[in-house]
């Protein structure tokens, strides 16, 4: 199997089917454009150490799909730690509705994102350099975001503590994780429903547990909405 061949293509159709959504031709033709696009960065800058077209195809694009029932329509994501832009660009192409900000401190994989929306012709997408420490202190970015969407932090606490200034009320932060996250321990005596407390912030939890199409290999998204909200 090949990037972005018919197979392939047909593979990101099935597979988000199985997740119970429906992704046209286009879209997973889109996709898969992004996919030749990020292995050929991926020669000269460090995006992504997933090459093989299967796994690409699974562990990336159908993985990052698993968020879209937990996202809505016309919503303002901001995902942090994007890297070769996941979730973030699977999310804007199956909803281009939304309006996403890929966030990374990495200059060089902004670049690669910045020529990845021009490439695919999103709109309704921009790439950003920076910490969020930073970001997260200046009026364009505070209390902006109706979800902040991760795949990146080995901590949930540590995610939980930067991501927060970004939320606006009513919303909540998604951290998508695999079977090994760093993270089990904090979760661990925790219910799929229940309540955590993180940086000392009181945290309602959701854990939405699903098993990746064709491979069957675990993963979580664990959601958190502040408590308390003033």
Known sequence: MEIDSEKWRQTLIEGALKLGLTMSVNQARTMGCHALELIQWNRVTNLTSITDP?????????????AVPWIGD?????????????????LAIMQPGLSVIL??????????????????????????HGRLEDLGRLPGYRAKFDRVVCRAFSSLEDFAILALPFLAPGGCLLAMKGPQANHSHE?????????IILGGISFSLRIHRYRLPFLDARRSLVMLMPLNES
């Open 54 to 66: 299967l796994d690409v195809a699974l562990k990336h694009y159908v993985d990052a799909l698993a």
């Open 74 to 90: 016309r919503t303002r994501v901001l995902d942090a730690g994007s890297g070769g832009g996941f979730p973030g660009i699977p």
């Open 103 to 128: 966030v990374d401190s990495v200059r060089k994989k902004v670049s690669f994102l910045k020529h990845a929306i021009r490439t695919l012709g999103l709109s309704g997408i921009d790439a950003v």
């Open 187 to 195: 979760t661990a005596n925790q219910k799929d429903d229940g309540a």
